[in-house]
């Protein structure tokens, strides 16, 4: 009995030891995993860390590359292309590198503050955000670049999950504005420059900085020679410049107006303005004084600012209170342009369209390069935006020239719609479509070819009727009758026109020496003779556009007939005439009025009357020859129309005074008539009125010029009774006092005379 006791506690004594021993192995063995584990664990942890450390790498290099480029081209969307595709290259490696091994990861962009909104030297700038990969804000006085990405790892196998790691890299630079200033030898200022997590940026030296100034003797922004780069700590730094010769401070009407580049030890460029806008109060002069009170719907002025800050309308600079800041030189694209709507204090301003065009230096003719936005702004360059004044009683709006920080700004939407048709360049402004000559198959056809340009309205409606117009001719073929010009031509398909388009502006240029003459060869081309240089300027959405033509005689011209015409609107056409009579007459412009003015260019009155159907000629407003009794007469605008539509011709100061103070053998005079086949109603402003019976002879060296507009208007209007056989004022024709046709050009004319162009009466910039 005791022995099997005994037995038994063996038997027990023996399976808790071999429990313990299977214990203590399994205890072993996990401590023996666990360990490896631990040492796997540890040893990917460094691997990761290292992957941190080389994607930080991967996305310093995306974004210096990117803005070293963007600097040099002004265009960021081949930087961002490339900055992505390199992103996706890199992560696309490490997820291959690192599947191998176990390692999932997954790359992510996100977003996240950059900067809160502040105030900046008495401007609010903008909650600022890293997104998208890669973000530049530039062209203010605080600029920063910067990348933002982010990566998350996980080894499933050993259990470890959540491993992550976000990257924001930026360089950021501050120009401190107030501490700009002249000694007798230097301008000095100070700039702050820092990095993420507003790590001071140490070590700047003057090869890492670069800054420039607007010098007005050039006309362009230029470089200032950098004395000395004092590093006070903490990212803060004193800048000692000169001016470009490399000595004399920057003058200080000039010195408040920096562009600021730096570039860190990791290839990083930010660059940054001390300005962010430029505030301008105008004036209009040429309606409201004369109505005052009412609206005017159509005061809409296509205004240009040039670098040196230089404004213009209607081809002259607009006179100020005082100087206007230069345009800085970033990117085309990040300009905008804001107005007041309800008189300059008002509190709200809205965005206005514009554009940025490219002309010569010397802003003489425009470039094939016209609408490109790939560039940075710089001499030739034209800012070309809208301000309205419809508003009864408003005589002053404020505009605002602004330049976005944001480089990934877009340029501006093409509102202008434009066709090329047969023979025919059309541009439609949404008032009024106007088309260009341009073919070659109508060379044969003297009647096809006498003029240069038509207008129609928007809708292409046929009941508003066309109106052409000849921007110049010179001579006759008295066997043919009235239609045989020397007529502006030129060479190729487009007769020599270069078409250049813009988002809300259009530009028709031609220069060469190149004319058509009609007969008695019709379709030859005469050279040598003439140089003559036509721009036809087309603004969005208003209801005129710009006509500036001027000539020189290449040679002398002997024993021409006396007929040298500037500029001709007309009404009818051969295709508006088959025998019995006009075709659609009841569309044709029937009516015709003309502005009169004294010797001293001030208005008489205005003569109205109606077009016959067959060949009159109405009235001659000339020095000598016909009417003399109402020589110098003539004024500053014409017009035809009839219920439909009206076609004004608007001229300026500088032509009507040159034409009226114009030597022999000129003879200028306003011409209105039917011409001898009955199809067209001409009003037409001649140097040497038509005269068959008189032969003249012009010099070599002679120039000539116009600056006129013609303006669309709808509904036109008709004479207002009692109608009267009226004689040498409107020969052979009825004429009446009163006519509610001629009412819009008499309202908006001056806006095109010189000494009622808008004015800039204050100028502010923050």
């Known amino acids: 009995m005791g022995n099997k006791h005994m037995r038994g506690q063996f038997i027990v004594i023996s399976a808790l030891i071999l429990a313990l021993i299977v214990l203590g192995l399994a205890v072993n063995i996990h401590f023996t995993l666990t360990e490896y584990q631990r040492y796997a664990y540890q040893d990917y942890k460094e691997i990761l860390d290292n992957l941190g450390s080389d994607y930080r790498n991967a996305l310093t290099t995306i974004l210096a590359k990117a803005t070293q480029e963007y600097n040099l081209t002004a265009d960021l969307d081949p930087p961002r292309n490339n900055a992505f595709s390199n992103f996706s290259w890199w992560t696309q490696a490490a997820m291959h590198a690192f599947s191998s091994r176990g390692v999932e990861l997954e790359f992510s962009l996100k977003t996240t503050v950059l900067q809160e909104s502040k105030d900046l030297y008495g401007t609010q700038m903008p909650r600022l955000y890293a997104t998208d990969l890669m973000k530049l804000y530039w062209y203010t006085p605080t600029a920063i670049s910067s990348i933002y990405g982010s990566v998350e790892a996980n080894i499933s196998r050993y259990g470890f999950y959540g491993w992550s790691k976000d990257v924001l890299l930026l360089l950021n630079l501050t120009v401190d504005v107030p501490s700009i200033s002249n000694t007798r030898d230097y301008t000095t200022f100070n700039i702050l420059v820092h990095r993420e997590n507003f790590e001071p940026v140490n070590g700047l030296k003057a090869a890492n900085i670069g800054v420039k100034y607007f010098d007005p003797s050039l006309n362009s922004w230029v470089t200032a020679a950098i004395k000395s780069v004092l590093n006070n700590g903490g990212g803060n730094y004193t800048l000692i410049v000169t001016k470009y010769t490399g000595s004399d401070p920057i003058p200080k009407e000039y010195n408040k107006y920096l562009a600021v580049w730096v570039q860190d030890s990791r290839g990083i460029i930010v660059e940054s303005y001390t300005y962010t806008y430029i505030d301008l109060v105008i004036q209009e ?30 081809n002259r600079k607009l006179l100020s209170s005082s100087s206007i800041p230069p345009l800085p030189l970033p990117p085309v694209k990040q300009f905008r342009i804001y107005t007041t709507v309800n008189g300059k204090d008002d509190p709200n301003l809205v965005e206005v369209p514009s554009q940025v065009e490219v002309w010569s230096s010397d802003y003489s003719y425009p470039t094939l390069e016209f609408a490109n936005w790939r560039k940075r702004f710089k001499t030739g360059d034209k800012l070309v935006y809208y301000i309205n004044f419809s508003k009864a009683g408003v005589t002053q709006q404020k505009v605002r020239i602004t330049w976005l920080m944001d480089a990934d700004a877009r340029p501006p939407e093409y509102l202008l719609q434009f066709q090329n048709l047969t023979n025919l360049w059309v541009v439609n402004n949404g008032v009024y479509r106007i088309g260009f000559h341009a073919g070659q198959t109508a060379l044969s056809d003297p009647v096809g070819i006498d003029w240069n340009i038509q207008v129609n309205a928007s809708d292409n409606d046929p009941s508003k009727y066309h109106v052409e117009y000849r921007l110049f001719n ?10 045989n010009y020397k007529i502006p031509w030129g060479p190729g398909d487009t007769q020599g026109w270069t078409f250049l388009q813009g988002p809300v502006r259009a530009v028709a240029y031609r220069s060469n020496d190149y004319v058509l003459y009609a007969l008695p060869k019709p379709g030859s081309v005469v050279r040598g003779e003439l140089y003559h240089t036509e721009i036809v300027i087309i603004p969005y959405n208003v209801n005129y556009f710009q006509l500036f033509f001027s000539a020189t005689t290449l040679s002398r011209l002997n024993n021409i007939y006396q007929n040298v015409v500037y500029l001709t609107s007309f009404a009818g056409t051969a295709e508006d005439y088959y025998p019995g009579g006009p075709r659609a007459d009841r569309y044709r412009l029937s009516y015709g009025s003309a502005q009169m003015v004294d010797s001293n260019l001030r208005e008489i009155g205005v003569v109205n009357g109606r077009f016959s159907n067959t060949s009159r000629v109405y009235n001659i407003y000339a020095r000598t020859g016909y009417n003399p009794t109402t020589a110098k007469s003539y004024g500053y605008w014409t017009t035809t129309y009839s219920s439909f539509r009206g076609q004004a011709t608007f001229y300026d100061t500088a032509t009507i005074s040159s034409l009226k103070n114009a030597r022999t053998p000129a003879n200028p005079a306003m011409f209105l008539w039917t011409t001898g086949n009955g199809y067209k109603r001409d009003i037409r402003l001649d140097w040497a009125y038509f005269n068959p019976d008189n032969m003249i002879t012009i010099n070599r060296g002679t120039n000539f010029f116009y600056n006129a507009a013609g303006w669309y208007y709808t509904p036109g209007g008709s004479l207002v009774p009692p109608l009267q056989w009226n004689g040498p004022n409107w020969l052979d024709e009825y004429s009446s006092a009163v006519s509610t046709g001629d009412d819009i050009p008499a309202m908006y004319h001056r806006m095109f005379i010189e000494q009622y162009h808008p004015t800039i009466v204050e100028v502010h910039t923050g």
């Open 285 to 314: 002069n040429a309606i409201n004084q004369f109505y005052p009170g009412v609206e005017k719907a159509d005061e809409v002025y296509a205004l240009e600012t040039l670098i040196n800050g230089t404004t213009i309308w209607f």
């Open 474 to 483: 010179y001579d006759y073929y008295q066997p043919a009758g009235s239609l």
